[in-house]
Nanobody
């Protein structure tokens, strides 16, 4: 499956962005989906996950209450709505899909190419 992330950009602190991830090659409904991010000089970290049937979602503590993950299996897309953004949210954001959720986090099998998100103070 190929994943294409979009929607990144520059936003002021307190603002909002919506990231989208479109899947091609295989249907997204077979996979759990999630978002990760990597800030400069830091390791890639988990952000959010949504299960195949959307019954389960989980978020990193740093984004709980501000970010919302959703999916549209008919459209083969996964989205991440980011509100009340902070400078520390600045990172390259990656969408991913996988077959396993372990410790409430996605174990990725396939990655998208990443989209830059920059939050100015």
């Amino acid at each position: 499956v190929q994943l294409q992330a979009s929607g990144g950009g520059l936003v002021q602190a307190g603002g909002s962005l919506r990231l989208s991830c479109a899947a091609t090659g295989r249907t997204l409904r077979s996979y759990h989906a999630g978002w990760f991010r990597q800030a400069p000089g830091k390791e890639r970290e988990f952000v959010a996950v949504i299960s195949v049937n959307t019954r389960m979602t989980n978020y990193a503590d740093s984004v709980k209450g501000r970010f919302t993950i959703s999916r549209d299996n008919a459209e083969n897309t996964v989205s991440l709505q980011m509100n009340n953004m902070k400078p520390e949210d600045t990172a390259v954001y990656y969408c991913a899909v996988g077959l396993t959720i372990a410790s409430s986090k996605l174990r990725p099998l396939y990655w998208g190419q990443g989209t830059q998100v920059t939050v100015s103070s």
